[in-house]
């Protein structure tokens, strides 16, 4: 009698630590600073380092504000409002309405016989730099050299967009941006400042009105994917690349931390908390200065925020089927950080189930 009480008790101890330890691991991992709660605005999540109170950002150049549900942020003077903060992938990344440049568009700017860089955007001593895979530089109009900037004085790239032979746009160039009408090119990696310049071409080449200087012209930084989007679901019924109907596009940065400010970080200060590594890395920006940034990752087979205590959460690899088990015509059993590939229920023996301890065995 003593013995199957001993038994009883062990098996109601070990049902106890199974329904116990999943909560773990289902529970909701926190993606902001511990004690700084709902950090959404609008639609969009507030992780940290970036956070809306004093409290919650690593510092000031993570301040997000939030005004009627419009997430922003501010660098240098330029506010750009905030779509989509990605944090813990391979690459840090926030996405923001980017400004577009226009010059004799409906009168939204007059031309101007002088080379003079428009700078839209400065990114120089903040954390954020644009995207050099993420992001194309597109140019539109006939006749037209557009030039990205770098910095005030040096230009980081551009293109060229002409009419056709006959000095006119070809009628093609309506779907495709190749350089008649529309030309778009790469952008250096890290890139602080974006800027760009119009200068004609070739005085005698016309667009299809008969104009030859005071065309509509303008340009834009923009994600690559979305612009790729609106080219092969496009029904605008204009080319996808023409936006003069909008003021700004979306485009991607990267952000990172300064390696001096690691020591603030909560996850560095928690010495309990082991699902997430950090490490020092060397950066390049486009102005050929170094910088050490510090970046953190959550362990092989957890996701989530690694830059807060306990904001790595397990992948669940057979829900997300991630798994290989279905190559060895076998089950997949998630567990924490991992998984496992096990024999499927109606393959195994239907034994007697004993329990020793904490260990199930089948006879």
Not at 121 to 143: D, I, K, Q, R, Y
Not at 221 to 231: A, F, G, I, M, P
Not at 261 to 273: G, M, T
């Amino acid at each position: 009698m003593a013995v199957q009480v001993q038994l009883m008790f062990q098996v109601m101890m070990l049902l106890l630590w199974l329904f116990n330890f999943p909560s773990v691991i289902v529970e909701a991992q926190p993606i902001a600073k511990a004690g700084c709660h709902d950090q959404h605005c609008g639609r969009v999540k507030i992780p940290y380092p970036f956070g809306m109170d004093s409290s919650c950002y690593l510092e000031k150049s993570y301040k997000i504000d939030c005004n009627s549900g419009r997430p922003t942020i501010h660098v240098n003077g330029t506010n750009l409002e905030v779509t989509e903060i990605s944090v813990g992938v391979a690459r840090n990344t926030i996405r923001v309405n980017l400004p577009i440049i226009f010059e004799n568009c409906n009168s939204r700017r007059k031309s101007n016989d002088e080379v003079v860089v428009d700078f839209v955007v400065h990114l120089g001593g903040s954390p954020f730099a644009f995207s050099g895979t993420e992001n194309s530089f597109v140019a539109v109009g006939c006749n037209n050299l557009a030039l990205l900037a770098k910095n005030e004085t040096i230009y980081a790239g551009g293109c060229l967009s002409i009419c056709d032979g006959n000095g006119k746009v070809a009628s093609t160039a309506k779907s495709s941006c190749n350089g008649v009408n529309c030309c778009q090119t790469t952008i250096p990696s890290n890139l602080k400042f974006f800027g760009t310049s119009f200068i004609p071409f070739s005085p005698e080449m016309v667009d299809d009105k008969g104009d030859k200087g005071n065309t509509c012209k303008y340009a834009y930084l923009v994600e690559q994917n979305w612009l790729l989007d609106r080219l092969y679901h496009n029904s605008l019924g204009k080319p996808y690349y023409s936006v003069t109907d909008r003021k700004t596009v979306p485009a991607v940065l990267n952000w990172s931390i300064d390696s001096r400010l690691r020591s603030r970080l909560p996850v560095i200060n928690d010495s309990r908390y082991k699902l997430s590594s950090c490490n020092d890395t060397p950066l390049t920006l486009s102005d050929d200065t170094n910088q050490t940034i510090t970046q953190c990752f959550c362990l092989h087979g957890f996701r989530g925020n690694p830059y807060v205590s306990y904001g790595c959460d397990d992948v669940n690899e057979c829900e997300e089927h991630t798994h290989d088990c279905y190559r060895k015509a076998l089950e997949c059993k998630n567990t924490y950080g991992s998984y496992e590939c096990v024999m499927p229920e109606h393959n195994k023996s239907r034994g007697k189930m004993v329990v020793s301890g904490t260990w199930i065995c089948a006879l």
